[in-house]
């Protein structure tokens, strides 16, 4: 009887932990391959998963590949007027910068991998794309 007791505290636990956190989702068709984490994610579509507690957690599938990611949680003066991911393009590599919902201020912003700040460096010029992408 104890363990039953103690398995259905568990899942009592977890499932208010859950309704604690700020979830959002978006989906995306990336038109080509890209860096996301220091992980190349295949083109195709692509699902983020965005869990919020303070600490952001990013989760992101695209093709059979997945990633987690802790971005960087940046705040606008006004809300965003679409639902996007941001990337930075340098020469034929993408790489995800940041992902931004409709009518929210808050932005979240990816962290440079090696080899985005390597191409910083060799100043390689770089250009922001933007794929819309609709909010669940």
Known sequence: MKKHGAALLILTMVAFTGIAYAQRGMTAQVP????????????????????????????ITSGN????ALPLKEWSSSPSQKTALVFHKYRDRYF?????????????????????????AQTVEDRDITVLASAE
């Open 32 to 59: 080509f391959d890209f860096i996301a984490n220091g992980k190349t994610m295949p083109a195709g579509m692509c699902k983020i998963e965005i869990q919020d507690d303070g600490q952001a957690v990013v989760w």
């Open 65 to 68: 590949q997945h990633l987690l």
């Open 96 to 120: 995800l910068a940041g992902l931004k919902r409709e009518g929210l201020k808050e932005t979240y912003e990816l962290r440079p991998g090696n080899v985005e700040r390597e191409l910083r």
